[in-house]
């Protein structure tokens, strides 16, 4: 379906980031997948090609763009190609980015972000916690103001790039009688003494994301390199998450898009009974439902990122795009698998690797079961 989104400039960098893809991405998947991580190398040379910061402000080494649209046509390549990898890709440059331009010192600033545009600090964002899941507000992970500094403990799980992280942004409570409202953000670095990694996490999908368990052993935080106001991390965290949302929405239906249209070429050249299967009725009804539900679903998103880019997008509206998107791409996917038959079984084919990693986009960014309950209370239910 036509598109009205995007600018030829917003094209151009697609075409920078499909090209960095080809080059320094797709030839390596494999070795990414084995060592379940992505090497530095990928994030330099990101960095380079200035797709890190593109809404970094220039004084810090980024591209200083305020049009929301050319991180989207970034983000869309990379989920074509890997749902895994521009996970990776989105926590550094969508999710954390908009905490260390928002809520930081400039003392703060100048200490992260030119190295978060070059590739030589990589981020990660540590809210969910073994206990917690999706229920942000009853974290246990504690931080105990001492002088100037703050002493942290506790866990966090699930954390995608956890384990190659520089800069870790944490959430703690560091004040158990105000409920969500006490709760602050801290920026933990990596060589703080008392701050430990446990091994990647060996998950069904997302091979190439270094997801991992962290943990927090009377770390002393200078006080400096707390992120935001004290107390308001709840608050920082639940107004950024539509975006976090938003931008699980546009990938979602990007990756679900082009596994559909390869799965779409293949049926068009596998023979059985003497002609292509998706001739067959049944396989062309079923293609015809797929990607009429993906046009529709693309549609929707495309309407939440014009209201997103132009700062007009409820809580509820992203809570939409997530649920559904995620339930869409993984009808799609599971599709697609039946109709490469038993070849979709195969990890040697993209749409079998697609099938798992696409699974916890039903879980992550909020599970769908919490993004229905956002929605109805939002109705008033």
């Known amino acids: 379906m036509r598109r009205t989104l995007?600018?030829?400039?917003?094209?151009?960098?697609?075409?920078?980031?499909?090209?960095?893809?080809?080059?320094?991405?797709?030839?390596?998947?494999?070795?990414?997948?084995?060592?379940?991580?992505?090497?530095?190398?990928?994030?330099?040379?990101?960095?380079?090609?200035?797709?890190?910061?593109?809404?970094?402000?220039?004084?810090?080494?980024?591209?200083?763009?305020?049009?929301?649209?050319?991180?989207?046509?970034?983000?869309?390549?990379?989920?074509k190609v890997s749902a895994s990898i521009s996970s990776c890709f989105g926590i550094h440059g969508s999710v954390c980015a908009p905490y260390l331009t928002e809520l930081t010192t400039d003392e703060q600033k100048a200490r992260w972000l030119p190295r978060f545009c070059t590739g030589e600090l990589v981020c990660a964002i540590a809210m969910t916690e073994p206990s917690g899941g999706s229920d942000l507000a009853a974290l246990k992970t504690n931080a105990v103001r001492d002088g100037d500094d703050w002493i942290l403990n506790g866990s966090k799980t699930f954390i995608t790039n956890g384990y190659s992280?520089?800069?870790?942004?944490?959430?703690?409570?560091?004040?158990?009688s105000k409920g969500a409202r006490g709760i602050t953000l801290f920026g933990v670095e990596t060589g703080m003494e008392g701050f430990t990694r446990g091994r990647k996490l060996d998950k069904v999908g997302q091979t190439e994301s270094d997801t991992a368990e962290l943990f927090f052993q009377d770390v002393r935080v200078p006080d400096a390199l707390r992120i935001g106001e004290e107390g308001q991390g709840f608050i920082s965290m639940m107004e950024r998450l539509v975006q976090e949302r938003v931008g699980a929405a546009l990938a979602n239906i990007a990756h679900a898009s082009q596994i559909l249209d390869e799965t779409i070429e293949y049926v068009k050249q596998r023979k059985a009974f003497g002609q292509s299967v998706g001739s067959f009725q049944h396989n062309k009804f079923k293609v015809a439902e797929l990607k009429t539900k993906v046009d529709v679903t693309q549609a929707f998103v495309d309407k939440c990122i014009v209201l997103f880019a132009q700062g007009d997008l409820s809580s509820a509206e992203a809570a939409e795009a997530k649920w559904w998107s995620a339930q869409v791409q993984n009808d799609v996917l599971d599709e697609c698998v039946q109709l490469y038959g038993g070849y979709g079984y195969m990890n040697e084919y993209r749409v079998a690797r697609a099938w798992r990693d696409a699974r916890v986009t039903k879980i992550w960014a909020g599970s769908n079961e919490i993004m229905k309950e956002l929605i109805g209370r939002d109705l008033g239910l």
């Open 6 to 79: 995007f600018s030829e400039e917003h094209e151009a960098l697609r075409a920078t980031a499909k090209e960095f893809l080809a080059r320094h991405v797709i030839p390596h998947q494999d070795e990414f997948i084995e060592n379940r991580g992505l090497p530095r190398e990928f994030w330099l040379e990101a960095g380079k090609q200035g797709l890190l910061g593109l809404h970094i402000p220039d004084e810090w080494g980024g591209g200083g763009s305020e049009d929301y649209l050319f991180g989207v046509a970034v983000a869309e390549e990379f989920a």
């Open 165 to 176: 992280a520089d800069l870790v942004i944490v959430a703690a409570r560091t004040d158990p």
